[in-house]
């Protein structure tokens, strides 16, 4: 993933980890939680009476509906219905959050404004004055309560709430799950280090990660991610982003393709989880194939630690993308490997 600007975590977990160090963190995050800086991601505040009307027409999703203290996720699509990212909205206090994906700020920020007219709509970028930790793993939510109370832990997907960190205000929401569970928390790039510390001193045993760890848990939990698999390469539906769509909003860049795919069941192929077998997983790019013709890409893979196999991500025909179905996956190299299809549609 590329950096975004933003500050980025102290200590071995920031740089590239050891052997015996990513099996630890793995470890860590299936057995407890793990806390990961994301200040790679992008952050935009959206100000002015008219920012959810311009988002309602820019995106897939029924960005209108929202209410304070409420999020939901949108993909911003080209006229073509092509995927440019995926993002998370967060409405919190009349303050509207965008998270986008990893170096994509600039790029969404700039496509906006070429569709912001005489909209009543100013748009900040926070990727460098701000940053945001992911906490991930089975006691993410009890660490949560611990810290912002039951309330901010029991919140609905993408809900934000405001809370303090460090001595000024955040906005913390649940995303994403990984390794059974996921929050993000973005604040001021100053607070954010009193922040850490706080969350790694606290009596649930959280242990620092890295980008390292957290794409073993991404590509694990079947996400897909910016640059990788949502590119323009690809539609929504391909990336099965389904809880991102909405199919009774009206009109928005890109809706008639969006619509007519759907309705006319034309999605090509599918976004697949993949179960590698072997120490070395196979680099993004290989050619997916089945029965020696090409089915598809592979576009993200992983070494699972301490495990002797990898998982992956790749998009396949349709038709082929089901539980079980077996798969070789071919290097440009002229390596091979076989894989499996773990999960199909979604």
């Known amino acids: 993933m590329t950096a975004a600007g933003g500050p980025v975590a102290g200590g071995e977990a920031s740089h590239g980890a050891g ?33 959810l009307d311009l988002l309602h027409r820019l995106t897939t999703n ?18 073509k219905g092509r995927i440019l990212d995926l993002v998370t909205l967060h409405l919190a206090e009349e303050r509207l959050l965008c998270l986008t994906g990893a170096g994509r700020a600039a790029p969404i920020r700039d496509w906006i ?12 970028d926070l990727s460098t004055s701000h940053g945001t930790l992911g906490l991930f793993g089975p006691a ?9 109370g039951e309330a901010a832990a029991q919140s609905p997907l993408h809900a934000p ?8 205000q955040a906005i913390l929401a649940p995303t994403y799950p990984l390794a059974g569970g996921g929050f993000h928390l973005t604040a001021e790039a100053e607070a954010l ?17 890295g980008e390292e760890c957290l794409e073993v848990l991404r590509i694990e939990a079947g996400r897909p991610a910016a640059g990788r698999e949502l590119t323009e390469e690809y539609n ?16 928005y860049v890109g809706q008639e393709v969006v619509a007519r795919l759907n309705t006319y069941k034309k999605v090509s192929k599918r976004l697949v989880s993949l179960a590698i077998p072997g120490k070395a997983s196979p680099p993004g790019g290989a050619i997916l194939a089945r029965r020696g013709e090409t089915t598809g890409l592979l576009t993200s893979a992983a070494a699972v630690p301490g495990e002797g196999r990898a998982v ?26 076989q894989a499996t299809i773990v999960e199909g549609p979604r």
């Open 19 to 51: 052997p015996d160090l990513l099996l630890q963190q793995y470890r860590a995050a299936h057995a407890r939680a793990i806390l990961v800086d994301r200040s790679n991601l992008g952050r935009l505040a959206f100000q002015g009476k008219d920012s």
């Open 62 to 79: 029924n960005i209108k509906s929202l209410r304070s203290g409420e999020g939901i996720a949108a993909v911003f699509a080209t006229p």
């Open 113 to 124: 404004e070429r569709y912001t007219f005489r909209e009543e709509v100013r748009v900040e």
């Open 140 to 148: 993410a939510a009890s660490t949560i309560a611990d810290l912002f």
């Open 161 to 168: 709430s405001v809370v303090e960190a460090g001595g000024s």
């Open 193 to 209: 280090p009193a922040m850490r510390e706080r969350i790694l001193g606290g009596i649930r045993g959280v242990t620092q990660a």
């Open 236 to 251: 929504p539906w391909e990336a099965r982003l389904d809880d991102a769509i909405s199919l009774s909003k009206g009109c």
């Open 312 to 337: 992956g991500l790749g998009y396949v025909r349709d038709e082929d993308a089901r539980d079980g179905v077996e798969l070789e996956v071919r290097s440009p190299g002229g390596a091979s490997w």
